[in-house]
């Protein structure tokens, strides 16, 4: 069955500061990955989205992933973290052949002045 | 293009009561999916629709949960009788129809917040 771990429950950082969210996934074909935000009271916006070629794949809001067979792994990052960034995010993969999204816990992101 | 809305956006009910939930998903959209987060842990699937059909609801919880489609468009998911522990957010989702090995992206509403006293 497919899972997905993201181990940091909370983070905070300074802003300016570089930021990295971790995500693991457990699924037995080549996965389809993504990462959500979600701003408080706001749904879940899209940040980006890996399903084959470049590893390394660029989203919305300065917003990239690096995608890492060997590690299971899909993190986030952004090198330079701004207020407006303090949200819950997901990480999520998704079964093509069954047609669901299976998700992290999230992480929140807090941001300090 | 209008996103996926969802309606109401809050709803506090009584245990014993019955709610029901709508979403309206990105025009054109033949997949509908609800989700559902429980007291901060992850979003749950719930079911998918293609179109009117119901697709997997294996992630309904159980009876207490119904979920229709009818034409294909919006979609209701009645909650009857709600219990403590259905409180939470649930989201709803779409995303156009793909042959096998489409890419699966889902386009999220603003979930509606359910809570159950």
């Known amino acids: 069955a497919q899972s997905v771990t993201q181990p940091d429950i909370h983070i905070t950082v300074s802003e300016g500061a570089s930021l990295e969210l971790r995500c693991n996934y457990s699924?037995?074909?080549?996965?389809?990955l993504f990462w959500y935000v979600q701003s408080p009271g706001q749904g879940l916006q899209l940040l980006l989205k890996?399903?084959?070629?470049?590893?390394l794949v660029q989203g919305i809001k300065g917003f990239e992933a690096e995608f890492k067979r060997s590690q299971s792994s899909f993190n986030l990052r952004k090198p330079s973290v701004h207020w407006s960034d303090a949200a819950e995010y997901f990480c999520?993969?998704?079964?093509?052949?069954?047609?669901?999204?299976?998700f992290g816990d999230g992480t929140t992101l807090t941001v300090k002045p | 293009e209008a996103g996926v809305t969802q309606f109401p956006s809050h709803s506090v009910i009584e245990k014993g009561q019955t709610v029901t939930l709508r979403c309206d998903p990105i025009?054109?959209?033949?997949?509908l999916y609800w989700y559902r987060r429980v007291m901060g842990k992850e979003i749950k699937f719930l079911l998918h629709?293609?179109?009117?059909?119901?697709?997997?609801e294996s992630g309904m919880p159980n009876n207490r949960f119904l979920a229709e489609r009818t034409g294909g468009t919006y979609s209701t998911l009645k909650v009857q009788p709600a219990e403590l522990e259905d409180s939470g957010v649930y989201f709803c989702?779409?995303?156009?129809?793909?042959?096998?090995?489409?890419?699966?992206?889902?386009?999220f509403g603003p979930g509606t917040r359910l809570t159950v006293l």
């Open positions: 699924y037995g074909a080549t996965p389809y």
């Open positions: 629709f293609v179109k009117e059909s119901k697709q997997d």
């Open positions: 025009s054109g959209h033949d997949n």
């Open positions: 989702a779409s995303s156009r129809y793909e042959t096998s090995g489409g890419t699966g992206t889902q386009y």
């Open positions: 890996y399903f084959s070629g470049d590893t």
């Open positions: 999520a993969v998704h079964n093509t052949n069954a047609g669901k999204s299976t």
